[in-house]
């Protein structure tokens, strides 16, 4: 079902209330005229405020529905608790005005009441209507979680109940005027009482709950079943927080998290997914999550360093440590700008040597800088680079007796590196061994003669194979 056809439903079902409200209030004031008992006048009473209230209510879903906008950026539900706490105390009013006559009539004046069957048998019919209302709104308010039509849905309920107790009432006074039984007659101003005791325990229910959602009181144990189930995420510390308002029937949902500092921000965004569609799995909701950088509690010394590095905006590679004369010291390279000069480049490294010393506690840090790879080169410069390689290599076939000559040069681009690979025929009576240490050796040459290269693979061949 659409969102708009769900409005609609809501619509239909509060507009049918008002109807049956009109209804109701004529045939009960009515009964209170003719028969002058206290009982079916509080009735009245409490089916003019139940019009009151469905007019509200209808009014409330009409709004409450409207999107959110400039000037209500978290939508407008919250007019339905309003709404039902407006009726609320509306009905509360009307028990206090009833329980004052009901004491007037028991201790002060008698009043005459004229019971008879008629009223009875109006009386049983608006139970059949308050069932049949109270029935098909609670239906549609349990489907869209609508706080305005359960109460509405309420007031119709406690209607047939106070309704009976009316009945009871007036036929107990029938009863002692049948059987002259004067003292009977207190049974209506006493059903009356009963009446209003409904009304207010009724509404203070419901009064409890508006004035909950208004102030944004939490569900009841909501934010620990969230916690929970967020905790089991991988890629989540702990939960720090979780906090939980409500606006009719639309919840939103802010959550923090720890999360291990050196995460990337990818990892780190899909961690935040993770949680939101947890939290929805639980309960529909808007969901905010705010994410805290922290320190795994068995955090390891390269992740301490990574994290420093990225806590500077610093890239760093090739990390490293070693142990001499039972001292631990770490070796890294630094990424910096290529524009940057050696006073700028060596303030940067300083800063992370202090740094990586002071949180870690290692003996010595020593740090290689080298530019960022910044320049994306196109594929006219791969090629005139692999000519160039091809040539420097074939120039060594001198001074390496074992090379025959390099072919099939390869040069591209890995993650902002420059990888070279190439073939290499070389004799073939040779040992495997003597040829390792040449190709080895070849490599250092080309890797010193261009900078730029990161890592070169040669693969020896046969001259009969190349």
């Known amino acids: 079902m659409t969102t708009a056809e769900a409005i609609r439903e809501k619509k239909r079902a509060a507009l049918e209330s008002v109807g049956s409200s009109l209804l109701l209030v004529f045939m009960k004031v009515a009964l209170a005229v003719t028969t002058g008992s206290l009982g079916i006048l509080s009735e009245a009473l409490h089916a003019s405020l139940d019009l009151v209230s469905t007019v509200i209510t209808y009014l409330s879903v009409r709004i409450a ?3 959110a906008d400039a000037d209500h950026q978290f939508g407008h539900a919250k007019v339905e608790n309003f709404s039902s706490l407006v009726v609320t105390g509306l009905l509360v009013v009307a028990a206090l005005y009833i329980i004052w006559e009901a004491f007037q009539r028991l201790l002060f004046r008698e009043v005459q009441i004229e019971p008879s069957v008629v009223a009875l048998v109006i009386l049983g019919l608006t139970i059949v209507v308050d069932a049949v209302r109270s029935r098909a709104l609670r239906r549609v308010a349990k489907k869209y979680e609508s706080e305005a039509l359960e109460a509405d849905a309420l007031h119709f309920s406690t209607d047939i109940w106070s309704t009976l107790v009316v009945m009871l009432g007036i036929a107990v006074v029938w009863a002692g005027e049948r059987y002259s039984v004067p003292w009977l007659q207190y049974a209506d101003p006493v059903a009356a009482l009963i009446v209003s005791g409904v009304i207010i325990w009724v509404g ?9 959602a208004l102030l944004d009181a ?21 939960t720090e927080r979780v906090r939980v308002r409500r606006a009719g029937n639309h919840h939103f949902v802010d959550v923090t998290i720890s999360v291990p500092r050196t995460r ?18 639980i309960i529909p909701a808007d969901v905010m999550v705010h994410m805290e950088p922290r320190a795994p509690a068995n955090e390891d010394l390269f992740d301490v360093v990574r994290a ?27 990424e910096v700008n290529e524009h940057l000069s050696l006073r700028e480049a060596h303030r940067h490294a300083t800063v992370l040597e202090q740094e990586v010393l002071h949180e870690t506690g290692v003996a010595g840090v020593n740090i290689h800088i080298e530019p960022l790879g910044a320049h994306i080169a196109d594929a006219d410069e791969m090629k005139d680079l692999g000519r160039s390689v091809q040539q420097f290599i ?10 025959v000559n390099c072919h099939e040069v390869q040069v591209r681009r890995a993650e902002d590196k420059i990888l070279v690979s190439c073939h290499c025929a070389m004799q073939g009576e040779l040992l495997i061994t003597q040829i390792h240490d040449v190709t080895a ?21 046969p001259p009969e194979e190349s």
Do not use: C, M, W
């Open 65 to 67: 529905d409207k999107p």
């Open 264 to 281: 990337t921000f990818e990892q780190v965004h899909a961690v935040s997914d993770a949680v939101e569609k947890r939290v929805q799995s």
């Open 441 to 461: 050796a070849l490599e250092d040459r080309v890797k010193e003669r261009f900078a730029q290269i990161a890592r070169v693979t040669i693969h020896p061949e």
């Open 394 to 403: 074939n120039g060594l076939a001198a001074e390496y007796h074992e090379l």
């Open 204 to 212: 203070g229910q419901l009064g409890r709950r508006s004035l909950d």
């Open 308 to 334: 420093i590095a990225q806590r500077n905006g610093l890239a760093i590679h090739e990390l490293s440590a070693n142990q001499l004369d039972g001292r631990l010291y770490i070796e890294l390279h630094l």
């Open 218 to 238: 939490a569900p009841t144990g909501l934010q620990q079943r969230i916690a929970a189930a967020v905790n089991q995420l991988d890629g989540v510390l702990a």
